[in-house]
C-alpha cells in the first residue's frame, strides 16, 4: 500500500469528487477538506466517513444546513467563495479540483500559491486561466497532474521523453451521442438524449459539453496550455469505444499511446499516486472483447463548438475565456430546458464573434470577459431572439 497520503477535494459531491473519495477509501487517505456548493445531505455523509478537518460549502443556505448537520462533529464549517480559496490552500499532499467552471479557478491559484500539488480535473481552470496557472506552477514549483482521461493520457505517454521533440498529440474523443447526426436532425434532440452518454457517465454540464464537442474544443485549449504545444499540433480524432484515451507523436513518427477501459479512477488514481501505480478496481480491458478500435474525423460544420474552440485558442488573450463563458451561461439554459440544444452553439459562436477581447490575461481581464459574455447570452435569451 501506498504512504497515507493526505488530500483535499474541491467539489467532493461530483461525478469526480465521489469518484476520488472511492480511490482515498480503497488505499486509506486522509482527508484535510471537503467542499461542495449545495448538496448538503450527501457531503454530511461523506464528511462523517471521512472526517475532514474542514467543510467548505459556496451556497449560503446550504453552508447553514451543514453546519447544524455537523455540529456534533468538531469539523469545521466554512462558507463562500474566499473560504473555498482558503481551504485550498491548506498543506496537503494534493488538492483535487473536481469543481465544475469557471470558479475552479482561483481556487487553483490559492492550491498552487500555498506549495500544494493540484490534480486537475476542472478544465475550465486552464481553459479560462492557463497563462496564470502555468506561471504560478512554475513559480512555485510544483506540480499540476491532469485528471481528464485524455490529458492524464497524454501526460503518461510523455513520461520518460523530456528530450524527445512531439511532432502532435492526437486527442481522442468519443464523438458523443449525436455521432453522425447532421444539423437537421440535432434540431429535435432533447435534454435527455443530450445526458445520455455512450461511454462515460459524469455530471450534467460536461455531459452536455459531450454533446456539443464543446467538451473536446476545451480539451483541446487544456491540452495546448498543459503541454506547451500549438493549436495546430494537436489533432482531434474520433474514436468511438473510448478505449485509446490519447496518444503523442515523437520526432521520429513513433506514436505512444495510453490504452483502458474508460474508467475515471483510473486517472483519477494516477493523478495521487504518480510517478508510481497501484492496483485499483478498475475493470481490466480485453482487446479481444473490444474487438475492432476506430478512428475517424470529427464534423466540425454541424459541432460548431469546437470550430469555434480553435478560433478561440488561435486568438488567444480572454478569448477562450469569453468562449467558455457563453457556454456555461448557455449549457445552464439548455439544462433549464430554457434553449434548445442546437442554440448552445449558436450563442456560443455568436458571443465569440460580438465580443472584443483583451489580450491581456489577468484575473480582472478574465473575471470581465466571463461576465460580459454570460450577459451577452442572458440578453440573447431574454430577447427570445434565438
Ligand atoms: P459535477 O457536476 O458532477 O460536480 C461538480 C462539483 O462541483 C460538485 O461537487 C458541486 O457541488 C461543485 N460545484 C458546482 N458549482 C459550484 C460552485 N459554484 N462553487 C463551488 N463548487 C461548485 O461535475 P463533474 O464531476 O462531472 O466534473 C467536474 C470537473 O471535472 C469539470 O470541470 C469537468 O469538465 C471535469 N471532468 C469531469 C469528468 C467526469 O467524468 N465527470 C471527466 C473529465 C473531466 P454540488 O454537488 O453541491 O452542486
Ligand atoms: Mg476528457
Same mark, same amino acid.
Given at each position: ?17 465521489? !469518484? ?25 455523509? !461523506?464528511?462523517?466517513?471521512?472526517? *475532514? ?13 451543514? $453546519?447544524? $448537520? ?43 500559491? =500555498? ?61 458523443? *451521442? ?44 487544456? =491540452? ?37 477501459? *474508460?474508467?475515471?479512477?483510473? *486517472? ?37 463548438? &469546437? ?34 440544444? &442546437? ?30 459574455? $454570460? ?12
Amino acid at each position: 500500500m501506498d504512504e497515507k497520503k493526505t488530500l483535499t477535494i474541491l467539489g467532493s459531491t461530483g461525478s469526480i469528487g465521489t !469518484q476520488t473519495l472511492d480511490v482515498a477509501r480503497m488505499h486509506g487517505y486522509k482527508i484535510k477538506a471537503l467542499t461542495a456548493n449545495s448538496s448538503a445531505a450527501l457531503i454530511e455523509r !461523506q464528511a462523517r466517513e471521512f472526517r *475532514p478537518e474542514t467543510v467548505c460549502m459556496t451556497d449560503a443556505a446550504a453552508y447553514n444546513d451543514v $453546519r447544524t $448537520r455537523l455540529a456534533d462533529t468538531g469539523i469545521k464549517v466554512v462558507c463562500g467563495k474566499e473560504a473555498l480559496c482558503a481551504t485550498a490552500a491548506l498543506p496537503v499532499d494534493m488538492v483535487i479540483n473536481a469543481v465544475v467552471g469557471m470558479v475552479g479557478l482561483e481556487p487553483t491559484l490559492a492550491a498552487l500559491n =500555498a506549495g500544494n500539488r493540484v490534480g486537475l480535473a476542472n478544465k475550465e481552470t486552464l481553459v479560462t486561466g492557463g497563462e496564470l496557472v502555468k506561471a504560478a506552477e512554475k513559480a512555485n514549483g510544483v506540480d499540476i497532474v491532469p485528471i481528464d482521461s485524455e490529458h492524464s493520457a497524454i501526460f503518461q505517454s510523455l513520461m520518460g521523453n523530456s528530450q524527445n521533440k512531439i511532432n502532435k498529440i492526437i486527442l481522442t474523443a468519443s464523438g458523443g *451521442p449525436f455521432f453522425g447526426y447532421n444539423k437537421e436532425r440535432l434540431r429535435t434532440v432533447t435534454l435527455e438524449q443530450a445526458l445520455h452518454h455512450p461511454n462515460w457517465s459524469m455530471g450534467r454540464k460536461i455531459t452536455t459539453d459531450s454533446a456539443t464537442l464543446m467538451n473536446k474544443g476545451l480539451e483541446l485549449i487544456e =491540452a495546448v496550455r498543459l503541454f506547451d504545444v500549438t493549436p495546430e499540433q494537436v489533432e482531434v480524432v474520433v474514436h468511438r469505444q473510448s478505449i485509446l484515451h490519447s496518444a503523442v507523436e515523437y520526432e521520429d513518427g513513433a506514436v505512444i499511446g495510453q490504452l483502458g477501459v *474508460p474508467d475515471m479512477k483510473i *486517472p483519477i488514481q494516477f493523478a495521487v499516486t504518480y510517478p508510481k501505480r497501484l492496483p485499483s478496481l478498475s475493470g481490466r480491458l480485453s482487446l479481444f472483447d473490444v474487438g475492432t478500435l476506430t478512428f475517424g474525423r470529427a464534423d466540425e460544420e454541424t459541432f460548431v463548438c &469546437l470550430a469555434e474552440a480553435r478560433r478561440a485558442i488561435a486568438k488567444g488573450g480572454t478569448a477562450p475565456t469569453i468562449l467558455n463563458g457563453a457556454n456555461e451561461a448557455a449549457v445552464a439554459a439548455f439544462l433549464d430546458g430554457k434553449i434548445p440544444f &442546437l442554440c448552445i452553439g449558436e450563442l456560443v459562436c455568436g458571443c465569440c464573434e460580438a465580443l472584443p477581447y483583451s489580450a491581456e490575461v489577468s484575473l480582472d481581464t478574465i473575471s470581465e470577459a466571463d461576465r460580459a459574455a $454570460r450577459e451577452y447570452v442572458g440578453a440573447q435569451i431574454q430577447k427570445g431572439s434565438l
